[in-house]
């Protein structure tokens, strides 16, 4: 079976200040959320900062600092494969109940019924080998999402006393993206949130053609074009990369394809994935370093797609047209909360890796591996008096740690106006100004005309 990533504990109280540890704590130390596999996160762009830095919250002693809002944006559990390809002869039958989660209320964002999701249905369809459907989200996943949201709870209402210890109508939001496992890894991070809630908790999805929580070109005829453009210069990088003919020529050894089809990493990583994590047996001479070189080739051509890179052209116009609705409204919950107008303490947004990508590459982080099942990103907004004026402040977690966002020195946080300006301005986007970007109204009924996928992730 997979086991979480092996992670360490400061502890100033020990003699020997390293504790290894593999699933979940129950320490005062500082602890990091355990997610589904180690990654390393090597990207090469890095956005300039013009934040203003101060120390805040738990980390520091400013005794005026006070956690404001919580917004926690992570991706699905662990789940059966998507690809039909690369593991022939698995039997998947990893999927079932682990446990009696809490229950959902599940509605469209206007509060209406849940919306058909043609997507998911599609999927859901697709039965395979050993009983699993096609991207379902399997007992691991299940435990992995329970586990965050135990975490969640050890930080947000045992450590810093800012959620109520039972559940309460209106402290927690959740938004989801409408698909089965995304639901079902939402539905696990509540039950290890607030494992006793007797009543059924509300959360929102939205349409296929309506998302916003990745990039959906279903509504936006122009992102369709650019995301061609992208795959057009990624197909042509890839005839001048060396590395990858020779690694391609390596895993078609192990697999012992005599076909002159290329490999398509992205699905042999998928499947090498949801193999491994499973305890499922991987093909004889598929070593770590092999996983690792697959897992890096997919995670540049993915990263092209979702996040490219800053000396891309049209970096900033598939940003803004994929992500910056989600972005703009990440920032407007701040905006809200600081003026007082907040309706929650905390909002889930469960989506993809594709959610993720974007996520990190906008905030700097450097990233070369695909990020983990249940990697998430955590924005903690506090609010700190001085001289009788209030400032807003902005701290970025990574699976539970605290990250330094660039040009900034350790445990430092922004201004809420800083971290807007310093990382998302460009790619900050109204409903209104998407609309008129795509050249499509969102009174519709059909896709955009130029058609293409959208990366829902895996």
Known sequence: MLQHAKLYLLCPTRRDSTVPVDVMW????????????????????????????QRLGNSTADPSAQLKLVQVVFRHGARSPLTKRYWDGQEWDVCGKPFEP?????????????????HDQAQRNIKLPGGCHKGELTKLGQQQARDVGEWLRQRYVQDLSFLPAQYEDGAVSGRTTNFSRTIATLQGVLTGLYPEAAQPIPVATASDMDEIMFANVLSCERLADVMKRARYE???SREKDEHAKQLQQKVKDVLGDKS????????????????????K????????????????????RMFALV????????????????????FDSVVQRMRQCADGESKHQMYMYSGHDTTIMPLLATLGQDITTWPPYVSNVIFEMWESQKD??????????????EVDLPDMLPGHVCTLESFQNAFWKPFIVTEEERQ???????????PAASGGDSLSGF
Not at 30 to 48: D, E, F, G, H, S
Not at 260 to 277: C, E, N, P, Q, R
Not at 388 to 401: I, P, S
């Open 260 to 279: 002159d089809d290329s490999i398509a990493f992205l699905d042999l990583h998928d499947a090498m994935t949801v193999i491994k994590s499973h305890n």
């Open 307 to 326: 996040a490219p890179g800053v000396e891309l052209s049209h970096r900033e116009e598939l940003l803004k047209l994929s992500m910056g609705r989600m």
């Open 234 to 236: 990624l197909r042509e």
């Open 436 to 446: 008129e970007a795509c050249t499509l109204t969102f009174e519709h009924e059909q």
């Open 26 to 53: 129950r320490t005062p130390c500082l602890t990091l959320l355990p997610v589904a596999t180690a990654a390393t996160y090597i990207y090469t762009q890095r956005p300039v900062s013009q934040c203003q830095s």
């Open 281 to 300: 047996q991987l093909p004889e001479g598929m070593t770590e370093d092999l996983l690792m070189d697959i897992n890096k080739e997919a995670s540049k």
């Open 102 to 118: 809490v229950k959902l209320e599940i509605r469209s964002l206007d509060g209406g019924e849940q919306p058909v999701s043609g």
């Open 388 to 401: 009788g004026k209030k400032q807003e402040y902005v701290k970025v977690l990574v699976n539970g740690k």
